[in-house]
């Protein structure tokens, strides 16, 4: 029971404590504020206890039966309890960022709420045991994100948002239609009935079709993509969220958990994902080499490694799964400190242009070392965290005989050196673009040198999540526990 409670817990303190939000702020900004990061806190701290216990192989399961089979279930493994102990860690560092970036803007009292809501939506998705709640949460995450994207209200900031929020709620509704399908053919929506059901009747490519669109358009992958770069007119801790924390990620999570886990899919059909990867990841990379838009060449940044997550994922090895679940924490870390650093900078400089800015590395030292330890991860330079990662996903690729994707993706990790060098280049050395330029408060500073820092040790001491993830990669790979 004690463990059933901390599940329910983790979901619901930031689901229901984010509308307490706002009602503090009348109160006190310094309270509301802090109180959001606690409810965000609470949910890694919460993941962290139960982490032992699904580590040795246990599964907690809440449950509760519903008319027309809308189960209420929450089912705690180690996939699940990864990805909310990264979400929530992540998104309680930039929470604390936000303190000093948010703290001079308007609709503070709503940003806080959509913030929290958005993390909890999250937690309720990673741990749902039913399409239909995982669903449910789904467009929670949908609705949070078109607030966020839209926090200036300007009208083309509002444009962006409705884009970015009608493409992925038409995904979501494809998705959604391949649910009851899926229901249809298997007779429930319980994910461990469907497990066996699939054993039996394996799904039909139209439903695959379905749930995938729901998938690509969340996680911003060709031809899906386009509304992730617009995404970046939201606030820097915003962006960070959507690219490193929660969004882009909801999209791989839910086709490791369907596809990987509950319901694998044929070879083909990962071919095809496969291919798909590869060609977002190339395409993406080209178009940040081009652009001049400092969040925006992050953005195509980010569906560039989204491809490499996808691709370790779709060749069903157990390096290549590794190298995903592991890329999917220093990721996280390194654009969640890219966007942050972004945000640093586009406040004290005001522009975004990387034409515009020259020489900060003389006025923002700091940030511009924790910009490059971080594109470094992202780079794939060792020791760092994200070499590692990438490492496992290509090594994966080349053990299931996919050598012409496998260079795809080589391809693609350089020209992710070429247009992070030639940012950092243009916004941090040369001749200084902005003499009015300075670093940012010391919380901002703070939490940018800290996934910088993270990002590094990451990969200096990779055998610490290099083990829990052998864990998890044994209970979705050999089935050892239920889904």
């Given amino acids: 029971m004690e463990k059933q409670l901390i599940l329910f817990l983790i979901v619901m ?13 009348r109160f006190s900004e310094a309270v509301r504020n802090r109180l959001a990061f606690l409810l965000v806190a609470a949910s ?27 189960n209420f279930i929450l089912t705690a493994d180690a996939l699940a309890v990864f990805m909310a102990m990264v979400s929530s860690f992540i998104s309680a560092i930039i929470i604390v960022y936000s303190f000093t970036y948010i703290s001079h803007y ?6 806080y709420l959509m913030v929290v809501l958005f993390l909890g939506a999250m937690m309720g998705l990673v741990f749902s045991g039913s399409l239909i709640l995982l669903y449910v949460f789904w467009e929670i995450t949908g609705i949070t994100s078109w607030r966020l994207i839209g926090f200036f209200r300007e009208k083309q900031h509002v444009l962006r948002a409705d884009k970015a929020f009608l493409m992925t709620v038409f995904g979501a509704l494809l998705m959604l239609i391949g649910f009851i399908r899926l229901y249809v053919e298997t007779g429930s929506f319980d994910l461990q009935v469907i497990k066996e059901a699939v054993k039996i009747h394996p799904l039909s490519g139209l439903t695959v079709a379905l749930i995938m669109a729901g998938i690509l358009s969340k996680s ?19 962006t960070a969220l959507l690219h490193a924390a929660v969004l882009v990620k909801i999209g791989v999570y839910v086709f490791a958990r369907l596809f990987v886990v509950t319901m694998p899919l044929d070879i083909p059909w990962m071919n095809v994902i496969a291919i798909i990867a590869a060609a977002s990841a190339l395409v993406s990379a080209g178009a940040a080499l081009i652009d001049t838009d400092l969040k925006r060449i992050i953005a195509y940044s980010t ?7 996808f691709l370790g994922f779709t060749v069903s090895n157990e390096i290549g799964v590794a190298g995903s679940l592991l890329y999917i924490l220093m990721h996280g870390l390194a654009k969640a400190g890219l966007f942050l650093c972004a945000g ?25 070392l924790s910009f490059l ?5 992202v780079m794939g330079i060792p020791p760092f965290g994200g070499f590692f990662a990438k490492y496992m996903v290509i090594a994966g690729t080349l053990q299931a005989g996919h050598l012409a994707i496998a260079f795809v993706f080589l391809f693609g990790a350089v020209l992710t050196i070429l247009y992070l060098f030639r ?3 243009m916004v941090f050395m040369g001749d200084v673009g902005s003499s009015s330029a300075k670093e940012g408060s010391p919380s901002m500073v703070f939490c940018v040198a800290l996934f910088a820092v993270l990002s590094l040790l990451g990969g200096i001491l990779i055998s610490y999540p290099n083990n829990m993830i052998a864990i998890v990669i044994k209970q979705m790979i050999t089935g050892s526990i239920p889904t």
Wanted: aromatic share 10%; hydrophobic share 45%.
């Fill in 344 to 368: 640093i900078i586009e406040q004290n400089t005001k522009t975004k242009d990387i034409t515009k800015l020259g020489g900060l590395m003389y006025t923002m030292p700091v940030t511009a």
């Fill in 106 to 111: 308007e609709n503070r009292g709503e940003y």
């Fill in 373 to 377: 330890f971080c594109s470094f991860s």
């Fill in 44 to 70: 890694f701290v919460l993941s962290l206890t139960l982490l032992p216990s699904v580590l040795n192989n246990q599964v907690i399961t809440i449950s509760q039966n519903l008319p027309l089979g809308f």
């Fill in 220 to 238: 911003a992958t060709l031809p899906l993509h386009t509304w992730l770069p617009d995404a970046g007119v939201a606030p820097s801790p915003v």
């Fill in 303 to 309: 569906i560039s490694q989204i491809g490499f997550i």
């Fill in 13 to 25: 303190l930031p689901v229901a404590g984010a509308f307490f939000l706002p009602v503090v702020g």
């Fill in 423 to 425: 940012v950092f280049n």
